[in-house]
């Protein structure tokens, strides 16, 4: 991949910034004797007891001969101790003596009360803006694995951006003006003011402290509600965020009563997966059930295979028409709630996450399906045979 001069002087710029800030320019970490590398393997020695040398090496990318170096200083100092394996007397592992502990203590301390001291000084929101960009750092360069995207109810705060990012977004990807951010103000100020709190929710998908998408329930009448201000973020498409919300408004209608969701959608919402106009969806107890045994070839029934329902081709872009889940240790599946029509049950022994959305897949796999067709208020027996990915 191309590297820009500009891209590279950028991340050299915060290098020195950074570096700078934390005050690793100055001699002695933390105003103590200890360098950053001494007091980041006494971090790992006071958190692992027992760490073996070369594991230790490993883990922080240090030469074995300058750890084993330093490692000696420590024990001169009487900060380390080393025992033998019952197992193998040539390896041995590390334990900080109280002395060392103690050490480790007043740099933790230390660390605290700095890192402390340069939060305060931000506001809530700068604080957050500031640990999201750091988890970003860490996940694109691999130093942890992606958090969870969780969906949460709207506190302080979060109407105001649902209102900016729907007038940023849509503005952007489709040249939409003001009068729209207006429209969403609007709405989201109504909904606000009227917030019914036992009938109608703001869900809010975040990642870390990243929002990474919004959706609105709000009551029609006693039996009808409507789905609003569906909305996912460019960089969090793709990842199922958009079906997480949305069967979260669907699981919520169910759960206190509703039999109907409203939307309305345009044909240049992709977001969601849903077609133009305006959509009714069926929540309430007309709705089907299907269940059934995922088998091998062989029809012994397997668990922990990954069992698809999929509404036919005339409906594939409904995101809500959409199940999946794994069959249990008997090899069973169910899905409730189905809004009657035609679908397709597929189950795979080992497939990624959402694949079956992709068109170009699903000519691979779809004839080998079960089709069937869900009427109101009916259940549905289906067996499937497992398929493995070419």
């Not at 002395?99 to 890192?115: H, I, M, W």
Request: aromatic share 8%.
């Amino acid at each position: 991949m191309a590297i820009s001069e500009q891209n590279t002087e950028l991340v050299r710029r915060f290098n020195r910034f950074y570096t700078r800030q934390i005050g690793l320019l100055r001699d002695g970490l933390l105003d103590s004797r200890f360098s950053l590398t001494q007091a980041r393997v006494l971090y790992e020695l006071a958190q692992r007891p027992g760490l073996r040398p070369a594991d230790l090496a490993a883990d922080l990318g240090l030469d074995p001969g300058y750890l084993s170096r330093m490692l000696k200083g420590f024990e001169r100092d009487g900060l380390l101790k080393r025992s033998n394996s019952k197992e193998d007397r040539r390896v041995h592992s590390l334990q900080l003596t109280a002395k060392g502990r103690t050490e480790f203590q007043k740099l933790n301390a230390r660390s605290q009360a700095e890192v402390g001291d340069m939060l305060s000084k931000l506001s809530e929101g700068d604080q957050g803006r500031l640990v999201s960009s750091m988890n970003a750092i860490q996940e694109v360069l691999g130093g942890v694995p992606q958090a969870e995207v969780v969906l949460r109810a709207h506190r302080p705060g979060d109407i105001g951006w649902v209102v900016a990012r729907h007038g940023e977004l849509y503005h952007q990807e489709y040249q939409w003006d003001v009068s729209f951010e207006g429209l969403v103000a609007e709405i989201a100020g109504k909904f606000l003011t009227s917030f019914d709190p036992e009938r109608e929710r703001c869900w809010i998908a975040e990642r870390g402290a990243e929002r990474l998408g919004c959706i609105f329930l709000v009551k029609e009448s006693k039996t009808v509600a409507k789905l609003r201000l569906l909305l996912v973020e460019p960089s969090a498409r793709g990842l199922g965020v958009g079906s997480k919300l949305v069967d979260e408004c669907i699981a919520f209608a169910r759960q206190f009563g509703y039999r109907k969701l409203k939307l309305w959608t345009n044909d240049v919402l992709h977001a969601a997966s849903i077609p133009q106009g305006e959509v009714e969806i069926v929540v309430g107890s007309n709705a089907g059930k299907i269940r059934g045994f995922a088998r091998d070839e062989n029809d012994t029934p397997l668990s922990n295979v990954t069992v698809v329902l999929l509404p036919d081709s005339a409906q594939r872009q409904r995101v809500d028409l959409y199940r999946s889940m794994s069959s249990d240790t008997t090899g069973a599946y169910h899905f409730e709630g189905i809004p009657p029509g035609s679908y397709n049950v597929i189950a795979w022994e080992d497939v990624e996450k959402e694949a079956w959305r992709d068109p170009a897949f699903m000519r691979l796999y779809e004839i080998y399906g079960k089709s069937l067709t869900v009427n109101e208020g009916t259940a549905a027996e289906v067996d499937v045979t497992t398929l493995r990915l070419r």
